[in-house]
């Protein structure tokens, strides 16, 4: 009489008690942390809407996903060694870090908020410490390779690479499928090769569906550039990898997780009160210019120059293209008073308004980058903005820097305005306190590198290094009256 051995199904395989376990404690985490950074998440879904960049960060997690399934599958002979008191310290402290880089230090860096984007940072520590009270400590540092990936895809590091590398939808598009490309080279990482290959055909692939996009829909928005292309590349050569190297052979099961249930429910009431605590605390005020409704678009960057004013010389800049995309302009139109006014100058000498006009198709552009993060501030301290109205629905900000490089002091008014569906403008009228005809301006030219040393400064020394608390408002009316006469002008010519 010949037995024969039953087999398990695969669905018994594959759905084990540690994968539904596994599966329970993900869901609690990943509803937390969605809880918890709730106006996080619909801040990046309103910066997709806008047709900004920083929307590529949801794509994130489900490429670290891809990674965390390669390592577990590589996962094998480890020891059921834990200290549950360690995991918690550890668990609490990684919270406790997520809460304060939330509530503390992201309001510190209000006006630079959508560029850095510390609130992502604070919701991927926030994960990291919920799989140490869910998981413990020794499994969630065997997914290092993972969690390196989720904190050096940082929106800072982003921009930092996307700028460099031209600003366009293109160098979007590609710098998303790098993440795309080194996911999927990590989770199939059995040999350095083996790596190498599908992380290059994922790259490859994406790039060739890139390229297609870009000619087939040249105005869709950056999202898509971002998205489409890796998500199919991730798909196409994730599932082949996939199936090529384990068919025939039964699903793996899961490591056996050296931390029980009832301990994981412990854990799980820690994460509970941090969710509350996070969910609580609100997005920072970035003081944005309000956004107003122009004058029809007259078909250039230039402004009409006011009456009782007479233009010196006009120049554009570069730069923007990599910020703010193809089709972005930087024009400064340097004006001069025709006849002096004692008001504004003693010694009667005719004073000089720099008018800089930066023409971009999205609005939303704008609140990634404002007035003050395009000039090389260095040591500078800027005032408190105030708001003021410039009369036909339009509302100016105005503040003082104190340049100790230029060893001036010089005022700024800015406002923004639709010109049309795809034409915004950002418009800035800037005088010094040297009234001689041949005084320096500053130039709108940002640096990297002297932008992060004073976001290093805020970071050890809070704000008061780069905030005049006790500004001198010199050129506040003038520049009130030539901001009026500027924006009637344009209405008067339009």
């Not at 809880?35 to 920083?54: A, K, V």
């Not at 703010?324 to 504004?344: D, T, Y």
């Amino acid at each position: 009489m010949t037995t024969t051995t039953e087999h398990p199904s695969f669905i018994e395989r594959f759905f084990t008690n540690a994968m539904l376990h596994t599966t329970n404690r993900w869901i609690a985490i990943v509803a937390a942390t969605l809880i918890g950074f709730h106006s996080t998440w619909l801040q990046l879904l309103d910066e997709i809407r806008t047709g900004t960049t920083g929307g590529y960060v949801l794509i994130v997690p489900p490429l670290v996903a891809i990674v965390a399934i390669g390592i577990t599958r590589q996962r094998k002979n480890e020891l059921p060694i834990h200290d549950r008191q360690t995991d918690i310290i550890t668990s609490v402290l990684l919270l406790l870090i997520a809460l304060a880089i939330k509530g503390l230090l992201m309001p510190r860096y209000a006006t630079n908020y959508q560029v850095m984007h510390l609130d992502v940072l604070a919701a991927w520590v926030f994960v990291c410490g919920a799989c140490v009270a869910m998981f413990g400590l020794r499994v969630t540092a065997a997914y290092w390779q993972a969690w390196a990936m989720l904190f050096l895809s940082s929106p800072v590091l982003y921009r930092i690479v996307l700028v460099e590398a031209g600003g366009t939808k293109l160098a979007a598009g590609q710098v998303t499928l790098v993440l795309a490309a080194t996911a999927v080279g990590l989770a199939t990482r059995r040999t350095r090769a083996r790596g190498f290959f599908y992380g290059s055909a994922t790259f490859v692939t994406g790039l060739v569906v890139l390229v297609l996009v870009d000619q087939r829909w040249p105005d869709a928005p950056i999202a898509v550039s971002q998205y489409v292309p890796a998500v199919v590349a991730t798909v196409v050569v994730g599932a082949g990898a996939y199936l090529w190297t384990y068919r025939g052979l039964a699903p793996r099961t899961l490591p056996p997780n050296p931390v029980s249930v009832p301990q994981a429910v412990r854990g799980a009431m820690c994460v509970a009160v941090a969710t509350l605590l996070a969910a609580l605390v609100p997005l920072p005020d970035q003081r944005l210019t309000p956004v107003s409704v122009g004058p029809p678009y007259s078909g250039t960057a230039t402004q009409i120059v006011p009456s009782g004013w007479v233009q010196l010389s006009s120049v554009d800049y570069d730069w923007p293209r990599a910020y703010f995309r193809q089709g972005s302009v930087l024009r400064r139109q340097m004006l001069r008073a025709e006849e002096p006014n004692p008001e504004w100058d003693r010694l009667l000498r005719p004073r000089t308004v720099a008018v800089q006009t930066l023409q971009v198709r999205r609005v939303g552009s704008f609140a990634v980058y404002p007035t003050e993060s395009m000039y090389a501030l260095g040591k500078s301290r800027v005032s408190p903005k105030e708001y003021v109205d410039l009369g036909r629905g339009v509302t100016a900000e105005y503040f003082t820097v104190v340049d100790d490089n230029l060893l001036l002091t010089w005022s700024l008014l800015s406002f923004v305005w639709t010109r049309s569906d795809t034409v915004a403008q950002r418009v800035s009228l800037l005088t010094v306190d040297n009234h001689e005809l041949d005084a320096p301006f500053p130039q709108p030219e940002p640096n990297t590198v002297t932008n992060a040393r004073t976001l290093m400064r805020v970071l050890l020394r809070g704000n008061g290094t780069v905030e005049d608390t006790d500004p001198e408002y010199k050129d506040r009316s003038m520049l009130i009256e030539v901001g009026r006469e500027l924006v009637e002008a344009q209405w008067q010519g339009e």
